[in-house]
């Protein structure tokens, strides 16, 4: 018998549901904090890499502020395993506060580090460590996040309340391009934004992580870790134990891969796309991709009370089908358009198939593994498999136009969501076979 099954017909506890609410409000507002301070690093790149990198030529300066980016992708899979690791042994809400504080501790580094000239390579050396800590930070935010909010929901209603932790994701990055056109439009002048400017954001950073630090500290444990903790059995190393379930962990992996390139395709990359590709102007391109994460954030939850009524698996084979069939035909009809409003139209179907991945991988993944080794088992395949397929997504995307041939780009993400079709087509639906109930 499924684990749903057991509790379908049982009635509504008030009190528990705002239990779980607030525990989920709590969990989805630090992780929307995280990928606030980690975005904040793309969004103002482009006026603090002059102080950092010297070069009269701005397209090294961008290139290496692109490389320490990169660098936060690399160090990901040790965070996965240092806070799953964390947060299977000492529990979920002491792995998701050490993470923001440790996020925090980066966002102050950019703030406060003086300048090249100042201090010469010490400046961009210092910016390295802040991404690498903020990079350790997230890596390790993902496995617990998903993790906890998986826990924390019930059963009935997992799908939903876990599509938060994208609504949040997404939130972060909507946040950063918010607090980039407030001070580019409202507050500041170009010069003041070149001069100083830059380093707000990453005040602002720390301070929301200050908040949410505070708010994690006291926020509930799951009771699913609650109930491992009492079995009193000995607990082996997280990686040991990750090793007994082969099977899953290859399945975190094929099922990541095509969603995390569509994902830092249609996000991270886009902006690049509109502006160099179709031509728009830097602020009619930060209003396209603003409105695409918008309606991006309105469909997560709504596919994951989807999922909660019909499965998991239709709406990821729904994501690999139509991924595979039309992200040739977007983006090829995106990058001959010259109209904001059809831009707009285009990012915005490609999120109609690409949420079909993003509102349930998180419970998907906790959904395959057993309490005692659930976060280390969604957090470090997820976190290599992003550095392999997402992370890279956006230099792949640019060698191939370097190398003129641009649409080569658009076979190649159709290609690994194909991969990540066939995984979907022979894993088994985690809502109606779930490891959640499992603690050892």
């Known amino acids: 018998m499924s684990e749903t099954s057991l509790n379908t017909n049982q009635p509504i506890d008030v009190a528990d549901a705002a239990r779980r609410l607030k525990a989920i409000f709590i969990g989805s507002v630090g992780n929307l904090?995280?990928?606030?301070?980690?975005?904040?690093?793309?969004?103002?790149?482009?006026?603090?890499?002059?102080?950092?990198?010297?070069?009269?030529d701005p397209v090294v300066q961008q290139l290496n502020a692109a490389t320490l980016f990169a660098a936060g992708f690399i160090v990901r899979p040790l965070g996965g395993w240092l806070f799953g690791h964390l947060a299977d042994r000492y529990g979920r809400r002491l792995s998701l506060t050490v993470s923001v504080v440790m996020m925090c501790f980066g966002s102050l580094i950019i703030a406060v580090t003086p300048t090249y000239a100042s201090i010469g390579f010490a400046a961009p050396a210092l910016l390295a460590l802040a991404r690498i800590i903020e990079g350790l930070s997230l890596g390790g935010e993902y496995g617990a996040s998903a993790t906890y909010l998986s826990e924390i929901a019930d059963p009935n209603h997992r799908g939903f309340y876990s599509s938060f932790q994208y609504v949040t994701l997404i939130g972060g990055?909507?946040?950063?391009?918010?607090?980039?056109?407030?001070?580019?439009?409202?507050?500041?002048?170009?010069?003041?934004?070149?001069?100083?400017?830059?380093?707000?954001?990453?005040?602002?950073?720390?301070m929301l992580a200050i908040t949410a630090m505070f708010m994690r500290r006291h926020m509930q444990e799951t009771d699913s870790f609650v109930e491992a903790s009492k079995s009193g059995k000995k607990r082996e190393s997280s990686l040991r134990g990750l090793l007994k379930y082969p099977r899953e962990v290859a399945i975190v992996v094929g099922l990541t891969a095509g969603g995390t390139a569509a994902f830092y395709t249609f996000t991270t990359y886009m902006q690049t796309f509109v502006k160099q590709t179709v031509g728009?102007?830097?602020?009619?391109?930060?209003?396209?991709?603003?409105?695409?994460?918008?309606?991006?954030?309105?469909?997560?939850?709504?596919?994951?009370?989807?999922?909660?009524?019909?499965?998991?698996?239709?709406?990821?084979?729904?994501?690999?089908?139509?991924?595979t069939l039309l992200t040739v035909p977007i983006l090829s009809a995106l990058a001959q358009t010259k109209s904001p409003w059809i831009a707009f139209l285009l990012i915005s179907g490609a999120w109609v198939f690409v949420a079909g991945y993003t509102s349930i991988n998180a419970v998907v993944k906790a959904e395959l593994f057993p309490t005692a080794i659930?976060?280390?088992?969604?957090?470090?395949?997820?976190?290599?498999?992003?550095?392999?397929?997402?992370?890279?997504?956006?230099?792949?995307?640019?060698?191939?136009?370097?190398?003129?041939?641009?649409?080569?780009?658009?076979?190649?993400?159709?290609?690994?969501?194909?991969?990540?079709?066939?995984?979907?087509?022979?894993?088994?639906?985690?809502?109606?076979?779930?490891?959640?109930?499992?603690?050892?």
């Open 280 to 323: 728009l102007s830097d602020i009619t391109t930060t209003y396209v991709i603003a409105g695409s994460l918008i309606f991006a954030s309105i469909l997560q939850p709504i596919y994951g009370w989807i999922s909660d009524r019909i499965g998991r698996k239709p709406l990821l084979i729904f994501f690999g089908v139509a991924g």
């Open 173 to 206: 990055q909507l946040t950063a391009i918010l607090v980039l056109l407030l001070l580019q439009n409202v507050f500041l002048t170009h010069e003041q934004l070149v001069e100083w400017g830059w380093r707000i954001p990453f005040v602002i950073g720390a």
């Open 33 to 56: 904090v995280e990928w606030y301070d980690f975005y904040a690093y793309t969004a103002f790149a482009l006026y603090f890499a002059p102080h950092f990198f010297p070069s009269t």
């Open 374 to 440: 659930r976060a280390t088992g969604v957090a470090v395949p997820y976190a290599v498999t992003v550095s392999i397929f997402g992370g890279t997504a956006p230099a792949i995307a640019l060698f191939f136009k370097q190398q003129g041939h641009e649409e080569w780009f658009y076979y190649y993400l159709a290609g690994v969501i194909f991969i990540s079709l066939l995984v979907y087509s022979t894993m088994r639906d985690t809502k109606h076979e779930s490891a959640m109930h499992r603690h050892e």
